[in-house]
Nanobody, 125 residues
Framework: QVQLVESGGGLVQAGGSLRLSCVTS????????MGWFRQAPGKEREFVAA????????YYADSVKGRFTISRDNAKYTVYLQMNGLKPEDTAVYYC??????????????????WGKGTLVTVSS
């Protein structure tokens, strides 16, 4: 059974930083595009960032561009999300996702192969 386990969430003041990690059990990890999504209370899940198989290309939601950085370490089966300049509106549960096809992460979230259970990020003002 494939597992994606997020960590690194917590409570931080506005302007602060957090680094999320997602460790997977995917032995073909290097063949999967990886993404981060988030869901705030009472809102729909939204795309945050994605990265291609080898890490050469990254994609970001406009709301986080310039503040968040997605990266991956294929040797460790891990994807990261470095979050700087956090704002109260970044408060949400952050989910890791994996799919062989990048377009699925970018446009067809309901078809994503694997999801983690999420980690809570709370940004206080």
């Amino acid at each position: 059974q494939v597992q994606l386990v997020e960590s690194g969430g917590g409570l931080v003041q506005a302007g602060g930083s957090l680094r999320l990690s997602c460790v997977t059990s995917l032995r073909t990890f290097s063949r999967y595009a990886m993404g981060w999504f988030r869901q705030a209370p009472g809102k729909e899940r939204e795309f945050v960032a994605a990265i291609t198989w080898g890490g050469a290309n990254t994609y970001y939601a406009d709301s986080v561009k310039g503040r968040f950085t997605i990266s991956r370490d294929n040797a460790k089966y891990t994807v990261y999300l470095q979050m700087n300049g956090l704002k109260p509106e970044d408060t949400a549960v952050y989910y890791c996702a994996a799919d062989p096809l990048l377009p699925t992460l970018l446009r067809s979230w309901s078809d994503v192969d694997y999801w983690g259970k999420g980690t809570l990020v709370t940004v206080s003002s």
